[in-house]
């Protein structure tokens, strides 16, 4: 009779070595399988690093200290008074924090403030100052200060007169933010699902597919924050627009993005649409209160770019849409060049393979004696 074999207990430590190596393999000679787990273990904490470090560098980095970048203030020329006030304004300036300009008329001021060309506009005869506190509440809050203060050296009292708020159902001004940050997840993460579950999918498969989401995103949106919460109040359609052109274009520019590079295109995605798009948006803080990168970056961008879009569309009438809706074109033209490559150089692949194949078939049988 033999002895039953003898179970060997290992410790913590041991058996987690020994699944590691069962698992990813050694130093010498893993298996291809092995090297596969390697390659996607990396990749998938590679996701998770990436939010660590990007998110408080862009962010935090953003938020910290905002202060006043060139930020414009249009000051009515009516004689005297203005011309003490930009005489105090450049005596005390300090950089360019500010830039004060000149305009003709107290029509003229207003047209700058809801056109978004000044943050404010100040008239030294009655002592109004108008803003427009949809635009960003911090940054207007700025310049209310910082014309105070100068007011104040002249021995003026200032009027504030807020000529555009914000809604009652969106008292902080971020309610298009959270409609511009669903059309963003819900375009790209629609091609990420499709490159990685569904690799072999035809590309104008993927493309009809956008589509059909991008509607779905626009719809979902409005039915939100128009109907359920309430939170926007105008200009429906434009914004449903908007909304539907935004995810299809981080949708085609990830999914060209898959197809050139592969999976590493779901971290630039992330880095391009959100840890860069967001914050040069201008709906966070004033883009007048962001450094000077992100200001360079905003018109560039197709989510900063979108996301001021939302807030010209549903506070401003849309006024300043145009270039907006041309980045967003170019994207997608780009995106598309991507993919016309992608579907050549996957043709090729294909044509390549079959041939391989009809020669091996062509290939004479050996002739046996």
């Not at 904490?45 to 953003?62: A, E, K, Q």
């Not at 979902?220 to 359920?228: A, E, P």
């Not at 197809?259 to 992330?270: A, R, T, V, Y």
């Not at 006024?319 to 060049?337: F, Q």
Request: net charge neutral.
């Amino acid at each position: 009779m033999t002895n039953p074999e003898q179970t060997q207990h290992l410790g913590p430590v041991a058996a987690l070595r020994r699944d590691v190596l069962t698992f990813f393999g050694g130093e010498s000679h893993p298996t291809g399988r092995q090297l596969r787990r390697r390659r996607v273990l990396i990749g998938g904490l590679l996701l998770p690093l990436f939010f660590l470090v990007g998110l408080p560098l862009t962010y935090i980095g953003l938020m910290h200290t905002p202060t006043p970048n060139g930020m414009e203030i249009s000051v009515v020329d009516s004689g005297a008074a203005s011309d003490r006030f930009v005489a105090t304004a450049q005596s005390g300036a300090s950089g360019d924090e500010f830039v004060i300009t000149r305009v003709g008329s107290v029509a003229d001021a207003k047209h700058s403030v809801l056109h978004l060309d000044a943050r404010a506009a100040y008239d030294p005869e009655s002592g109004t100052l108008f803003v427009a506190g949809a635009g960003n509440t911090t940054a207007t809050a700025a310049a209310e200060a910082y014309v105070a203060a100068i007011a104040a050296a002249e021995n003026q009292t200032v009027t504030i007169d807020d000529i555009k708020p914000l809604p009652e159902g969106d008292a902080v001004g971020t309610g298009v933010l959270y409609v511009g940050l669903g059309a963003i997840i819900g375009g790209f993460l629609t091609t990420t699902t499709a490159s990685i579950v569904a690799p072999r999918i035809r590309i104008r498969t993927k493309v009809i597919v956008l589509g059909v989401m991008s509607i779905v995103a626009a719809a979902v949106q409005i039915l939100i924050s128009y109907g359920i919460t309430g939170t926007l109040e105008s200009n429906m359609w434009g914004v449903a627009g908007l909304v539907a052109l935004l995810a299809f274009t981080c949708g085609i520019v990830n999914l060209a993005g898959f197809i050139l590079f592969g999976p590493i295109q779901l971290l630039i995605s992330i880095g391009l649409f959100i840890f860069l798009g967001v914050p040069a948006s201008g709906i966070p803080i004033g883009i007048d209160m962001a450094s000077s990168f992100y200001q360079f970056l905003q018109p560039l961008l197709p989510t900063s770019a979108a996301l001021d879009g939302f807030k010209r569309i549903v506070y401003f009438d849309s006024t300043g849409i145009g270039p907006i809706l041309l980045t967003l074109g170019i994207w997608i033209a780009v995106a598309s060049v991507g993919l016309l490559i992608g579907h050549r150089r996957r043709a090729k692949v294909v044509k390549d393979h079959y041939a391989q194949i009809a020669d091996d078939a062509k290939e004479p049988e050996p002739v046996t004696a």
